[in-house]
């Protein structure tokens, strides 16, 4: 089955700067690629996506980077902010068949603390 | 803007007892998820819905069982609960047609005791 790793477990930036956080995958057969994050008590949610047929997406200070070939992707974050704070879950999903119907397999998360 | 509901929001329960959570998706959302997060923890999938089919499995106990009604609502059934069960559990839904975003609910925290 697919399998997914994420880096770094912890990320501490100054408000300001940039954060990226970085993914591989193992499945060839994965073609999309959302990103989550989850502040404390709450459900993971949405911020960003890329399907395989793009390679850069970009949504004002998040921005997400695919290589297929190589198998990993990133977030990055530019002009950081406390709001920012939080766990970030990258995601690696196949395409739908009978077997696999569009579960998704998480990373282990990275705990993003922005500091004032 | 709607979101994913999730009822209860926190539940106590003793090993052995029983357990059900509710879950209602976006309206127009017609595949729900189920995923388990244990603290710490990325979530890991247990089971999902399309048009009121079972459409996957993942590392779901046998001891849980799962349905989704005519309304597109889904409920989690846990029997025999055991401490390792502790976790939030979340609810995911997904738009009709052939779309691949995952909207997640609050989650229902669940304790054994």
């Known amino acids: 089955g697919e399998n997914v790793e994420q880096h770094p477990s912890t990320l501490s930036v100054q408000e300001g700067d940039s954060a990226v956080i970085k993914c591989t995958y193992s499945d060839s057969a994965s073609n999309y690629f959302p990103w989550y994050k989850q502040e404390l008590g709450k459900g993971p949610q949405l911020i960003i996506d890329?399907?395989?047929?793009?390679g850069e997406k970009k949504d004002q200070r998040i921005a997400v980077t695919l290589n297929k070939t190589a198998k990993h992707f990133s977030l990055h974050i530019t002009e950081t902010q406390p709001e920012d704070s939080a766990v970030y879950f990258c995601?690696?999903?196949?395409?739908?068949?009978?077997?696999?119907?569009?579960?998704?397999?998480f990373g282990a998360g990275t705990q993003v603390v922005v500091t004032p | 803007a709607a979101g994913v509901i999730q009822s209860p929001r926190h539940l106590i329960k003793e090993k052995r007892e029983t357990a059900t959570l509710k879950c209602y998706p976006i309206p127009r959302h017609d595949t729900v998820y189920w995923y388990q997060q244990g603290p710490g923890q990325d979530p890991q999938f247990l089971i999902s819905?399309?048009?009121?089919?079972?459409?996957d499995k993942g590392s779901i106990p046998d001891r849980f069982s799962a349905q989704q009604f005519s309304d597109y609502h889904s409920e989690l059934n846990m029997s025999s609960l055991e401490l390792g069960d502790s976790a939030l559990y979340f609810c995911a839904s997904t738009p009709r047609g052939a779309s691949y975003e995952q909207y997640f609910g609050p989650g229902t925290r669940l304790t054994v005791t």
């Open positions: 890329i399907r395989s047929n793009v």
């Open positions: 819905f399309y048009e009121k089919m079972q459409s």
């Open positions: 995601a690696a999903r196949r395409g739908l068949t009978t077997d696999s119907w569009g579960k998704l397999q």
